[in-house]
């Protein structure tokens, strides 16, 4: 398997993520309510009946469709050229790396903390709260936490799903 088609899944893959994470927290700023700097989160009303179970839809397709259903796609796109287990998990593991990645320094570092668009940023937060230091190391610790259980989802998919 080319290492190009790694690359181009994985860039593809990471537009996909960023584009749902913008999307979604510009349109339905309160689905992404535990993701705000921690003064922001105190301050807002608790969630009602209907925005939790949205939040339960929310977080099934995030979790569940892009999550884990679309590295098992490309990976079962990679199966069928012929590769094996280990190639299929340094595919998916690089997929996650790289999501883990643009979520880290181009959604919240460069979009969220430095960019700010007036559109993105949730009506009644303060802009400066979103540039705190603690959320800043928050932002910071997610990526080795998304590239471990990128890892992990890897090797279930390369040895146990499809292997």
Known sequence: MPFATTIAHAL?????????VLSTLALFP??????????ERDRQPRLSPNERLAMAGHAALFIGGILLALPLLSAWYVYGTGT????????VATLGIVVSLVDWLIVDWLILRYLQPGWLIPEGTHPASWRCTRDLVKDALG??????????????????ILG
């Not at 094996?84 to 595919?91: D, K, Q, S, Y």
């Not at 890897?154 to 146990?160: G, K, M, T």
């Open 84 to 91: 094996g287990p280990e190639a299929v998990f340094r595919h």
């Open 30 to 39: 309160r689905l992404w309510l535990r993701h705000y700097p921690a003064n």
């Open 12 to 20: 593809g893959y990471s537009a996909i993520f960023a584009v749902y």
């Open 143 to 160: 990526f080795p936490i998304g590239s471990a259980l990128a890892l992990a989802w890897a090797y279930a998919v390369s040895h146990w």
